[in-house]
């Protein structure tokens, strides 16, 4: 059943992106309003605060559990916790649940789906991706994973390789020219390519390839950075998962000394590595890799990491919001736009930790969450 809309009235510092801000807004119909209409008469909800767009998670798995799959009505709690974070945009990057359901969900964030993982048996997470037995298959699957979703294709470009026992580390799963070949492919049903990389040895393969986006980027050189800077590549450092490789390189200790060696070398200098792709003005983005082992919701603690390895808080609002918005091809806050938004008590780009505690999540003009539901 459909709640009719209360007009919003919002006063404050509205931030529309990097240059612009406005001091009110309004909300009708579920529609932003900057410019001055007739005066909002009858019952107006005003709420006065920092606005923003609403949030952005560009890695984020909703319907992927840590054993794979989950059911519907999971997959929708997730995508609620995303919500409530301030989350109103969430481009799913790999599920192996069909999530299209949730996109008729006017309460829920709009979803942008990738389709599935697309790796090789045994090299990737269990019950998570598409397992190719044939590299050599990866273009036709492609085709068909960009068909099923929603301009966006998720490949696994590497992974620890058991095979080599006790020497056992991260190596590509694809060969160059089937890479090639593959996001030439993607690119032709005019979607996008995305890929989940922690090693260095994998990424010149990937820029070679022409690639759309980098996921973790553990293993990016300076060189690289340049590179990506200079096409507008982006890379999205999902610090939450790299804080776990320490954790990760515990376990593997005794089986696989030399993937430990490395996890925990990418741990080690995971503020670092995030500082140089900055400086080299490499595109961030945020994405906290909810799914799997990483609980929905968790945005403003990965916008917290970004700030503690050195990005200043204003570059990752910015990243959070307007400019991942942009990334995905969804408007700014200007007139007519849906109104999906997130209000603050002060301004997050002074304290990042502002973003625990939004005072009003604002969907499709509707307030869903925040202090000032209800």
């Not at 974070?85 to 969430?90: A, D, R």
């Given at each position: 059943m459909?709640?009719?809309?209360?007009p919003l009235?919002?006063?404050?510092?509205?931030?529309?992106?990097?240059?612009r801000?406005?001091?009110?807004?309004?909300?009708?119909d579920?529609?932003?309003?900057?410019?001055r209409?007739?005066?909002l008469?009858?019952a107006v909800?005003r709420i006065?605060g920092?606005v923003?767009p609403?949030?952005v998670?560009?890695?984020?798995?909703v319907?992927?559990?840590?054993?794979?799959a989950?059911d519907l009505a999971?997959?929708?709690a997730?995508?609620?916790?995303?919500?409530?974070?301030?989350?109103?945009?969430?481009?799913?990057a790999?599920s192996?649940?069909?999530t299209?359901?949730l996109?008729e969900?006017?309460?829920l964030?709009?979803?942008?789906r990738?389709?599935?993982?697309?790796?090789?048996?045994?090299r990737?997470l269990?019950?998570?991706?598409?397992?190719l037995?044939?590299?050599?298959?990866?273009?036709?699957?492609?085709?068909?994973?960009?068909?099923?979703?929603?301009?966006?294709?998720k490949?696994?470009?590497?992974?620890?390789?058991?095979?080599?026992?006790?020497a056992a580390?991260?190596?590509p799963?694809?060969?160059?020219d089937?890479?090639?070949?593959?996001?030439?492919?993607a690119h032709a049903e005019?979607?996008?390519?995305?890929?989940?990389?922690?090693?260095?040895?994998?990424?010149?393969?990937l820029?070679a390839?022409?690639v759309?986006g980098?996921e973790?980027?553990?293993?990016?050189?300076?060189?690289?950075?340049?590179?990506?800077a200079e096409?507008g590549?982006?890379v999205?450092p999902?610090?939450?998962?790299?804080?776990r490789f320490?954790a990760?390189a515990d376990?593997?200790?005794?089986?696989?000394p030399v993937?430990a060696r490395?996890?925990?070398a990418?741990?080690?200098?995971r503020?670092?590595?995030?500082?140089m792709?900055?400086?080299?003005?490499?595109?961030?983005?945020?994405?906290?890799?909810?799914?799997?082992?990483i609980?929905h919701?968790r945005v403003?603690q990965?916008?917290?990491?970004?700030v503690?390895?050195g990005v200043?808080a204003?570059?990752?609002v910015?990243a959070?919001?307007?400019?991942?918005?942009?990334?995905?091809?969804?408007?700014a806050?200007?007139?007519?736009?849906?109104?999906?938004?997130?209000?603050?008590?002060?301004?997050?780009r002074k304290?990042?930790?502002?973003?625990r505690?939004p005072t009003a999540?604002?969907l499709?003009?509707?307030?869903v969450?925040?202090?000032?539901?209800g």
């Open positions: 459909s709640v009719p809309h209360v009235h919002l006063t404050g510092r509205i931030l529309l992106d990097d240059d801000e406005a001091g009110e807004l309004s909300v009708r579920g529609r932003v309003h900057l410019t209409q007739s005066p008469v009858g909800r006065e920092w923003v609403g949030l998670d560009v890695h984020c798995h319907g992927l559990g840590a054993g794979g989950v999971t997959a929708q997730q995508a609620v916790a995303d919500r409530d974070s301030g989350v109103l945009l969430v481009r799913d790999g192996p649940l069909d299209r359901p996109q969900r006017h309460d964030p709009r979803l942008v990738a389709g599935r993982h697309l790796a090789r048996p045994k990737y269990r019950d998570f991706a598409l397992e037995d044939d590299a050599a298959a990866l273009p036709d699957a492609v085709r068909a994973q960009a068909r099923a979703g929603d301009g966006w294709v490949l696994v470009g590497d992974w620890i390789d058991r095979s080599l026992g006790g580390d991260l190596t799963l694809w060969p160059a089937v890479l090639a070949e593959a996001v030439a492919a005019a979607a996008r390519v995305t890929v989940h990389t922690f090693a260095t040895e994998t990424v010149d393969d820029l390839a022409g759309d980098i973790h980027g553990t293993g990016v050189t300076p060189d690289q950075a340049d590179v990506l096409r590549v982006p999205t999902t610090l939450l998962q790299v804080e320490d990760i376990q593997a200790q005794d089986k696989f993937y490395r996890m925990r990418m741990h080690a200098r503020h670092e590595q995030v500082r792709l900055f400086d080299a003005g490499v595109p961030l983005l945020v994405g906290t890799d909810a799914g799997g082992t609980g919701g403003a990965e916008c917290a990491l970004l503690e390895a200043p204003a570059d990752v910015a959070a919001t307007w400019r991942a918005r942009r990334f995905l091809g969804f408007g806050l200007d007139d007519g736009a849906s109104a999906d938004l997130v209000v603050y008590p002060e301004d997050p304290d990042i930790d502002v973003l505690h999540v604002v499709r003009g509707q307030v969450a925040g202090t000032a539901v």
